[in-house]
């Protein structure tokens, strides 16, 4: 079991050039379970994953690791507790996929040390943990999007972290593979106590797969809660502009939002 | 403009003809012109100045009008024939042909003429794949061009006569010795070839939007550009076989053209003109401005450097062509 | 390290006179009596700056790769060879700079100003430093260069042959006084690229994953990329320009040994000192009795190597 580390943001503003993404927002992530970041395009859902991760510098606020700024944070301290795994990210031409893996161990080496036992268990656990065992002599340029993107989860696995954030880890993947990618995740939770936060772009994925759901809108938060708390026909007006309804979801019991568009309503909705 | 771009270049045509060590005036070369006799003049005027003006009036045209023809046709400001290897292909053969062969006037015509279109035609068909994508073109051309200047400087160091700074001169780019036997070979070219790309022009203009976008547009992409390959290409090859590659003229013509013309228009007579316009003016400048006599090439290098530089830093910030 | 030792020996024994063992073993030890000794004596220090200069540019090439994440980047492609030789030409024409230790200095700073500017001018823009910009950005500005170059040497006599014979000085005009010279930024240089070979590791899995993994991703970079210049600038300002060394030998480790750049760079490091002896022999071999430049050599091996990467990538990524 892991340690349970506590993630909150206080007062952050962050912002590219002139514009502001993020205003002056407050944040605790809970620890030791699975959150989802949710809210419509550019509001500002990948920006403060960033900032979460040391990647970008408020201009006002701080990020806080158990109390601590994690832009103060030493980098490869840092990078021994909070894992990060960003949108689409590209692998080199040609690597294979235990070299990808095994590259997650960086926070844990120095200048000149040596591939270390505890080097190998990490990264043979990874690849357990991500049924990716048998792929590992494989160059990443030969794998599916799914395979692919459980590599990537294998990578930052590796890094034994404590607390890990994924940027749309779904993405460009077929409604199997994302099903298959978010089971992992939970898994990782449920057996390790990993706490998770990824940004997610379907709301229903969301909301089945996550235990706290934070809505973003216009670079201020919305709501945050228990997903049948956030995802309510209410907030996703707000949020998205969208009408909605919504219903509980048969298999998980958790909520599911069903859009309402200009055609195709069976019966009238208000 | 078109018209201005035009009576600047027959003022600087003119300023050429009567700027020199000696000054003639306008009505002295005019009676030149014309077949009179007028002492001193008709030697100067009629037999120096004359077709060293007139040739940098023709490979002023073919550069500006090959250069453009390719920037339009590879979406990409950077993609002049000399950045691409094509004008490097005949600066080789002309260097072969001198140095190796040691023959001059039509044959190192001929060899660099072949030359350039082979090369051309080299650069083609190793970046075919699938179709002739822009940037794999560029790319290959400058592997290809890295190549050829390779075997330029091998040539060069081969050659014990051949001292380094006359070498230096031809391969900048120099109307020192022009004379008619030059001229008619690049007229004709021009005469033939010019027509050929104006035709085109509109096709090359939609190729603009893309491959894909042109071929839904009714234009045959390959050919298009095979035909428009072949035609700029003849043009930069004979210019450059009559007068050297003049540094950045084909590569310069256009985006001053782009600039002075606006959008939306075609810029393959504008450029033409620019071209004209800058080997004339280099040519006067490098003749007479400094203590030392530069050829035309040394000057439009100068001069084109630093345009280049801020051409690519404009280009890559606005995030449009490249 | 076969194929080095090997290189190596043909380097001293080949050339535009051959020789037998007993000559080198003789030339070894010190002797210069006969016609074969004194050509191995002079061999030695070609065949010495070879190995130095081809495995600094092969490291330099793999680094710059690195931290460009560019298939394409290369000392000659970036416009570092031009940028040392009107460094150097500067130095000659206006400073009056005449001994060879110089020379390294202004060909260092050179080649790293053109490094910078090129790099910078190429990912300028959304889309950042593809290969296509950063290889158009580097051949314009050598043009640009090359220009200038011509411009300062054309109406000056006098400066025009010193310039010209360390243009094209290639390795042949070694001596041990300038390799001992030029040790010190080799060294340095090596040893900087190498100690950021996790770094680069790291770097190319992408910024946002480096930083992820606790990389510094600026300073990694910076640190890489200055090890580098030095080291391809210090190869330029004493053996002339030599371009694609850098790309192919990079190329043809990562496809036979991965991609792992701290197996990659000492690995390079060989293969680039094999390949430039190698060039250097054959261009002394091919055209008896005269030679062939070694810089010659490698454009001819190199380019079309690089069309061969050009046409292997996916356009998408150019």
Same mark, same amino acid.
């Given at each position: 079991?892991t340690?349970?580390h506590v993630?909150?943001v206080e007062g952050?503003?962050?912002?590219?050039g002139e514009?502001t993404v993020?205003?002056?927002?407050?944040?605790l992530?809970p620890p030791g379970?699975?959150s989802?970041i949710v809210g419509a395009?550019?509001?500002?859902?990948s920006?403060l994953?960033r900032?979460?991760?040391r990647l970008?510098r408020?201009?006002t606020?701080?990020?806080?690791?158990d109390?601590?700024?994690?832009?103060?944070?030493p980098?490869?301290?840092?990078?021994?507790?909070?894992g990060?795994?960003p949108q689409?990210p590209?692998a080199p031409?040609?690597i294979t996929?235990?070299?990808l893996?095994g590259?997650?161990?960086n926070?844990h080496? /120095?200048l000149?040390?040596?591939?270390?036992?505890?080097?190998?268990?990490?990264?043979?656990?990874?690849l357990?943990?991500t049924?990716?065992?048998?792929?590992?002599?494989?160059?990443?340029?030969?794998l599916?999007?799914?395979?692919?993107?459980?590599?990537w989860?294998?990578m930052?696995l590796a890094q034994?972290t404590?607390?890990?954030?994924?940027?749309?880890?779904?993405?460009y993947?077929?409604?199997?593979?994302?099903?298959e990618v978010?089971d992992?995740l939970?898994?990782?939770?449920? !057996?390790r106590?990993t706490?998770?936060?990824?940004?997610?772009?379907?709301?229903?994925l969301?909301?089945?797969?996550?235990?706290h759901?934070?809505?973003l809108?216009?670079g201020?938060?919305?709501a945050?809660?228990?997903?049948?708390?956030v995802?309510t026909e209410?907030?996703? /007006?707000?949020?998205?502009g969208?009408?909605?309804?919504?219903i509980?979801?048969?298999?998980?019991g958790?909520?599911?939002m069903l859009? %309402?568009?200009r055609?195709h309503?069976?019966?009238?909705?208000? | 403009?078109?018209l201005?771009?035009?009576?600047?270049?027959?003022?600087a045509?003119a300023?050429?003809?009567?700027v020199g060590?000696?000054f003639?005036p306008p009505?002295?070369v005019?009676?030149v012109?014309?077949g009179?006799?007028v002492?001193?003049?008709?030697?100067?005027?009629?037999r120096l100045?004359l077709?060293r003006a007139?040739l940098?009036?023709?490979v002023?045209?073919?550069?500006g009008?090959?250069?453009?023809?390719?920037?339009?046709m590879?979406?990409?400001?950077?993609a002049?024939p000399?950045?691409?290897?094509i004008?490097l292909?005949?600066s080789?053969?002309?260097a072969f042909?001198i140095v190796?062969?040691?023959?001059?006037?039509?044959?190192?015509s001929?060899?660099?003429?072949?030359?350039?279109?082979?090369?051309?035609?080299?650069i083609?068909l190793?970046s075919?794949?699938d179709?002739?994508?822009?940037?794999?073109l560029?790319?290959?051309?400058?592997?290809?061009?890295?190549?050829l200047?390779s075997?330029i400087?091998?040539?060069?160091?081969q050659a014990?006569?051949?001292?380094?700074q006359e070498? !230096?001169?031809w391969?900048?780019?120099?109307l020192?010795?022009a004379?008619?036997?030059?001229?008619v070979p690049?007229l004709?070219?021009?005469?033939v070839?010019?027509?050929?790309?104006?035709?085109?022009g509109?096709?090359?203009?939609?190729l603009?939007?893309?491959?894909d976008?042109?071929?839904a547009?009714?234009?045959?992409?390959?050919?298009?550009?095979?035909v428009?390959?072949?035609a700029a290409?003849g043009l930069?090859a004979?210019? !450059?076989?009559?007068a050297?590659p003049?540094?950045?003229v084909a590569?310069?013509?256009?985006? %001053?053209?782009?600039?002075l %013309?606006?959008?939306g228009?075609?810029?393959?007579v *504008?450029?033409?003109?620019?071209?004209?316009?800058?080997v004339l003016?280099?040519?006067l400048a490098g003749q007479?401005a400094f203590?030392?006599r530069?050829?035309v090439?040394?000057?439009?290098?100068v001069?084109g450097?630093p345009?280049?530089?801020?051409l690519?830093?404009?280009?890559?910030r606005?995030?449009?062509s490249? | 390290?076969?194929?080095?030792v090997?290189?190596?020996?043909?380097?001293?024994t %080949?050339?535009s006179?051959?020789v037998?063992?007993?000559?080198?073993?003789a030339?070894?030890?010190?002797?210069?009596?006969?016609l074969?000794e004194a050509?191995?004596?002079?061999?030695i220090?070609?065949?010495?700056?070879a190995v130095?200069?081809?495995?600094?540019?092969a490291?330099?090439?793999?680094?710059?790769?690195?931290?460009?994440?560019n298939?394409?980047?290369?000392?000659?492609?970036l416009?570092?060879?031009?940028?040392a030789?009107?460094a150097v030409l500067v130095?000659?024409?206006?400073f009056?700079?005449?001994?060879?230790s110089t020379?390294?200095w202004?060909?260092?700073?050179?080649a790293g100003?053109s490094?910078?500017f090129?790099?910078?001018?190429?990912?300028?823009?959304?889309?950042?430093?593809?290969?296509?910009?950063?290889?158009?950005a580097?051949?314009?500005?050598?043009a640009?260069?090359?220009?200038?170059?011509t411009?300062?040497?054309?109406? /000056?006599g006098?400066?025009?042959?010193?310039?010209q014979?360390w243009?094209?000085?290639?390795v042949g005009?070694?001596s041990?006084? !300038?390799?001992?010279?030029a040790a010190?930024?080799?060294?340095?240089?090596?040893?900087?690229c190498?100690a950021?070979?996790?770094?680069l590791?790291?770097?190319a899995l992408?910024d946002?994953?480096?930083?992820?993994l606790g990389?510094?991703?600026?300073?990694?970079r910076?640190a890489?990329?200055?090890?580098a210049?030095?080291?391809?600038?210090?190869a330029?300002?004493i053996a002339?320009?030599?371009?694609?060394v850098?790309?192919?030998?990079p190329h043809?480790?990562?496809m036979?040994?991965?991609v792992d750049?701290?197996?990659?760079?000492?690995?390079?490091?060989?293969?680039?000192a094999?390949l430039?002896?190698?060039?250097?022999?054959?261009?002394?071999?091919?055209?008896?009795?005269?030679e062939?430049?070694?810089?010659?050599?490698?454009?001819?091996i190199g380019? *079309?190597f690089?069309?061969?990467?050009?046409?292997?990538?996916?356009?998408?990524?150019?």
């Open positions: 079991m340690r349970d993630l909150n952050l503003t962050l912002g590219y514009r993020i205003d002056r927002l407050d944040l992530v379970r699975v989802a395009n550019a509001c500002g859902k920006t994953l900032s979460m991760s970008l408020p201009r606020g701080q990020v806080l690791l109390g601590e700024q994690v832009h103060r944070l980098a490869k301290e840092l990078a021994r507790t909070l990060l795994l689409a590209t031409e040609g996929v235990s070299d893996v590259r997650g161990r926070p080496q /120095r000149l040390s040596r591939w270390s036992a505890e080097d190998d268990a990490a990264v043979a656990a990874a357990e943990a049924d990716t065992v048998g792929l590992a002599d494989r160059p990443v340029d030969e599916s999007g799914g395979q692919r993107q459980r590599v989860i294998a930052a034994q404590d607390v890990l954030l994924l940027d749309e880890p779904t993405t993947l077929d409604v199997s593979h994302q099903v978010l992992l939970t898994d990782l939770n449920r !057996t106590g706490t998770i936060v990824m940004v997610l772009h379907d709301l229903n969301a909301a089945r797969y996550a235990d759901l934070v809505a809108a216009d201020r938060l919305h945050a809660g228990e997903p049948h708390a995802l209410e907030n996703v /007006r707000a949020v998205f969208l009408d909605c309804s919504v509980t979801d048969p298999v998980s958790r909520p599911l859009p %309402i568009g055609h309503v069976a019966a009238p909705a208000h | 403009m078109l201005v771009l035009a009576v600047l270049v027959l003022v045509l300023a050429n003809l009567m060590r000696t003639y009505g002295d005019v009676s012109i014309l009179q006799d002492a001193g003049a008709s030697f100067t005027v009629g100045r077709p007139v940098a009036l023709l002023g045209l073919c550069f009008l090959g250069g453009v023809t390719f920037q339009t590879l979406r990409n400001p950077l002049s000399d950045i691409i290897g004008s292909g005949a080789a053969a002309a042909a190796t062969l040691q023959v001059d006037g039509p044959v190192v001929a060899l660099a003429i072949t030359s350039g279109l082979g090369v051309a035609m080299l083609y190793l075919f794949r179709g002739v994508a822009g940037a794999r560029i790319l290959v051309g400058i592997a290809v061009a890295l190549m200047e075997v400087s091998y040539l060069l160091e014990a006569a051949w001292d380094f070498a !230096t001169r391969l900048a780019g120099s020192n010795s004379h008619w036997g030059d001229v690049t004709v070219a021009l005469v070839l010019g027509p050929v790309l104006l035709a085109s509109r096709h090359l203009d939609l603009q939007l893309g491959d976008t042109a071929s547009l009714g234009v045959r992409v390959e050919r298009t550009r095979v428009a390959i072949v290409v930069v004979f210019a !450059t076989a009559a050297g003049i540094a950045f590569f310069l013509s256009g985006p %001053i053209a782009a600039r %013309i606006g959008p228009v075609s810029l393959l *504008p450029s033409a003109l620019v071209g004209a316009l800058l003016v280099a040519d007479n203590d030392h530069y050829p090439g040394v000057v439009t290098g001069l450097a345009y280049l530089i801020y690519i830093v404009r280009s890559n606005t995030g449009g490249l | 390290m076969t194929a080095l090997a290189a190596a020996a043909a380097s001293v %080949i050339g006179r051959d037998d063992w007993s000559d080198v073993v030339a070894l030890g010190g002797s210069s009596e006969t074969a050509a191995v004596t002079k061999r220090p070609r065949t010495l700056l130095v200069v081809g495995g600094s540019l490291v330099a090439g793999a680094v710059m790769q690195g931290v460009t994440r298939p394409l980047a290369d000392p000659g492609i416009g570092v060879n031009m940028g030789s009107l130095g000659i024409a206006w009056g700079l005449t001994a060879p020379h390294i202004v060909g260092i700073a050179g100003i490094a910078v090129v790099y910078a001018v190429g990912s300028l823009g959304r889309s950042g430093a593809t290969p296509l910009k950063l290889a158009l580097g051949t314009a500005t050598s640009a260069f090359a220009s200038f170059i411009a300062v040497v054309l109406p /000056r006098d400066i025009s042959d010193r310039f014979s243009r094209v000085g290639g005009g070694a041990f006084d !300038t390799i001992v010279l010190p930024f080799f060294v340095a240089g090596l040893l900087v190498l950021c070979a996790r770094g590791n790291s770097l992408g946002d994953v480096a930083a992820g990389e510094r991703v600026a300073i990694t910076g890489a990329a200055f090890g210049v030095v080291l391809c600038g210090a330029t300002a002339g320009p030599i371009s694609f850098g790309l192919v030998v043809l480790f990562r036979l040994t991965g750049h701290r197996w990659l760079l000492p690995l390079c490091a060989l293969g680039g094999s430039l002896t190698a060039a250097d022999v054959v261009g002394r071999v091919v055209a008896r009795p005269s062939i430049d070694v810089g010659i050599i490698t454009a001819l380019a *079309p690089f069309i061969h990467v050009v046409r292997r990538q996916k356009l998408r990524a150019l």
